[in-house]
């Protein structure tokens, strides 16, 4: 796999930081969680392929063992407030003056400088100052933040994995290892780029909600069917429109024109009507093969069985039955290899990890006994 020989340690974070330790497993890292000793319950869902450490880093001899494994590790994931690490003795100077190859991944809402580095914020919040959050929502309502993707996945663990890809790759030419200052409100806005830089090309002119992309335009919209399901549309180009309208079995020559905003509000009536006759079953043989731009909305059960996806291959189930996005994109060499096996529990391979990363049998006892790790019991897969 693309990634395989990497040795990653990741301290145990909510949802931003283990997708980032999860992409890295899902092409060949291996992966380490670092978990807290006595932690009530495990609730990462994003473990798949890694194996878990229980630590207490609030002892000397915790913040040991995890200078310990950094030695030996190419990348290091924290998810903590600016200053934490530092607290603990952890910053990056001081496990650079060990290791100077480590790969030291930062990832927090607001960065490790400014006056909000050290605030506690989710999603919402970070969205919200990154300009993002004004842009969603419908006309004359209040914005709404769209699940909590947008900052903590694509702009906080996907955009830190790439951080963490392009470090490692610069480390090929120069030796060393680097900081990375994954800030979620930047990573968010970077990822909507283009929102910024179009601002002046006519997309934006109107307020919430009225615009081409925001549910202004009634060709850019979902509309509910017969069977209280609904259908998605996109069919922004002339030539998909045209298909679109066909689909609907309307005459465009008696519909206003497509770009004449006045107007929009009387063709989402019409098209809503045409949709509220049929089924959504009998929308998805209309629009079957054709290029009008128009899909079923599924739920994730239906999207599992959808023949598209179901022909790529594109969610995997583990051992446990629960079902998952297969990673992408795939890769025609190196494809990700993906584990099946349920995540682990907290503290399950403490023992099997540390013996790897130099640790004996009379030390591990040593520091079991003070309180400084946790030992889970290793659990069959069968």
Not at 70 to 82: A, G, M
Not at 105 to 112: K, V
Not at 296 to 317: C, D, K, M, W
Request: glycine share 8%.
């Amino acid at each position: 796999m693309a990634l395989a020989g990497v040795r990653v340690i990741e301290l145990a974070g909510l949802a931003p930081a283990p997708l980032c330790g999860m992409i890295l497993s899902d092409f060949g890292a291996k992966v380490v969680r670092i978990d807290r000793t006595r932690a009530a319950a495990n609730v990462d869902v994003l473990a798949r392929g890694k194996r878990s450490v229980a630590l207490d880093l609030k002892k000397p001899e915790g913040v040991g063992v995890l200078k310990q494994l950094c030695n030996q590790s190419d990348v290091l994931i924290e998810p903590f407030r600016q200053g934490v690490m530092e607290r603990l003795g952890l910053g990056p100077e001081i496990l650079f003056e060990q290791n100077p190859k480590l790969i030291y991944a930062r990832l927090t809402g607001f960065g490790q400088s400014g006056p909000y580095s050290k605030s506690a914020g989710h999603d919402i919040n970070f969205i919200a100052v990154s300009g993002l959050l004004s842009k969603f929502g419908r006309k004359e309502e209040k914005p709404y933040a769209p699940l909590n993707v947008v900052a903590d996945f694509a702009g906080g663990g996907v955009m830190c994995a790439m951080g963490i890809i392009l470090a490692l790759y610069e480390r090929m030419r120069s030796g060393k290892g680097q900081v990375i200052d994954a800030s979620m409100v930047e990573g968010a806005a970077y990822c909507c780029s283009w929102l910024w830089k179009s601002q002046n090309v006519g997309l934006w002119s109107q307020q919430r909600g009225e615009n081409l992309l925001d549910t202004g335009a009634p060709f850019y919209e979902t509309y509910k069917t017969s069977d209280e399901k609904y259908m998605a549309v996109g069919a922004l180009e002339p030539h998909f429109y045209e298909q679109f309208i066909k689909g609907l079995d309307l005459d465009s020559a008696n519909l206003a024109p497509q770009m004449s905003q006045s107007d929009w509000p009387e063709l989402k009536r019409i098209f809503a009507k045409a949709f509220a006759a049929k089924s959504q079953e009998e929308w998805i043989k209309v629009f079957d093969r054709t290029d009008a731009c128009v899909t079923p909305v599924l739920s994730f059960q239906e999207a599992l069985s959808y023949p598209h996806n179901h022909e790529r291959g594109s969610f995997i189930t583990d051992e446990e039955g629960q079902v998952s996005p297969r990673p992408a994109p795939v890769l025609s060499r190196t494809p990700a290899t993906v584990s099946l096996e349920r995540n682990p529990e907290v503290g399950e391979h403490t023992r099997l990890v540390l013996t790897e990363y130099g640790f004996n049998k009379e030390q591990l006892n040593i520091l079991q006994s003070a309180g400084v790790i946790e030992c889970g019991r290793l659990k069959s897969n069968l």
